[in-house]
C-alpha cells in the first residue's frame, strides 16, 4: 500500500524515513481513508508555518547524523565551506580580479557579509539554502540522476499560474513577487550582483517546488495560508499563483541587483507588493475566500 506525507502530501516509499518533497519525518501510515481525507481538507491535520519550519529543521538536523555514518558524503559540504572561506578572505586582503567576483557569485560567498546583523543573519540562511540547493540539485548531475527531469511541466505550470484573469489571482501573484524580493533583499544583505545568485537559486527552486507541487516552500505556503484562514485549505491554482509569484520576483531581485540603484530597494518594493496583494485579496474576495479561491 502507498504511504503519503502527512506534512505535504506527497507520496512517498514504504520504507522512508523522511518525505523527499518537504523533509518531514515520516509516520508509517496507509492510504488516507475518507474521513481523514475530510480532516486535511478541513485542515485539521495541517501545522502552522511555525510548526511546519519546526519539523523540517528536525528532519534537517537528522541529515547531518546520517552523513557522519558515511563521511565521504561529507567531501562535497567542506569543498564549499573551505570555497566560502577563500572567496570571502580574498576580497578583504584586497585581491579580488573578475574571477575572484565570478566564482564569488557561483558560490554565494559573500552573501549577506555587507548588511549589518539583518544580513550576517540572512547570508548564513541563505549559505543553508544554497547548500541546500548544490547538494540536491547540482550533485546529483555528477552521479548519473536527473533533479531537473520534468522541467516542461515545471515551465507549463509557471506559465499558468502567471497568467492573471482576474484581481484575486493578481493580488495572489503581488503576495508571491512581494515576498520573494524581500527575502532576496535579506539573503544577499545588500542586494548586490555579486550575491545575486540567491535569486537564482529561489527561481529555480520554486519553479522546481511548482512542477512537483511539494517541497518545503510548498508546503510552507500551505501551512501559512491554513493559519491565516483559521482552518480553510486553498486551491492548488492559489498556491501555484503565489509561487509563480515567488519565481517571477526571484528573477526580478536578480534584475533590481545589476541596476545598483539602493541596496534595499527590494524590501521597499516588496512590502508595497505585498500590501497591495492583500488589499487586492481582501477587495475581490472577503473572508475566508480570498484564500481559498
Known sequence: MSTYCRNCGAQVTPDAKFCGSCGTQIQTARQPDAASRADMAQGRDMPGPMGFIATSVRAGLNSPRQLLKNPKQLLPMLTLGAFWLVLSTLPALGINPWPVRFLSFLTFAQGGMYGGMVGAAGGVIGKAVFAYFVSALI????????????????????????????????????????????????????????????????????????????????????????????????????????????????????????????????YALGSLLLIAGLVLGIASKPGKAAVSS
Not at 500551505?222 to 501555484?240: D, F
Request: proline letters at 5%; charged letters at 10%; aromatic letters at 8%.
Open 139 to 266: 550533485l546529483p548531475l555528477f552521479s548519473g540522476k536527473k533533479p531537473f527531469n520534468g522541467m516542461g511541466k515545471w515551465f507549463k505550470r509557471l506559465a499558468s499560474g502567471l497568467a492573471v484573469k482576474s484581481a484575486n489571482a493578481a493580488g495572489q501573484l503581488a503576495l508571491g513577487v512581494g515576498l520573494s524580493l524581500i527575502v532576496f533583499n535579506f539573503l544577499t544583505g545588500n542586494a548586490s550582483p555579486v550575491n545575486s545568485m540567491a535569486g537564482v537559486v529561489g527561481l529555480v527552486l520554486a519553479v522546481r517546488s511548482l512542477g512537483n507541487r511539494g517541497g518545503f516552500f510548498w508546503g510552507l505556503l500551505l501551512s501559512a495560508a491554513n493559519k491565516l484562514s483559521k482552518g480553510g485549505v486553498p486551491t492548488q491554482m492559489a498556491v501555484s499563483r503565489v509561487m509563480s509569484g515567488y519565481a517571477a520576483g526571484s528573477a526580478a531581485g536578480v534584475a533590481l541587483s545589476t541596476l545598483r540603484v539602493a541596496p534595499y530597494l527590494p
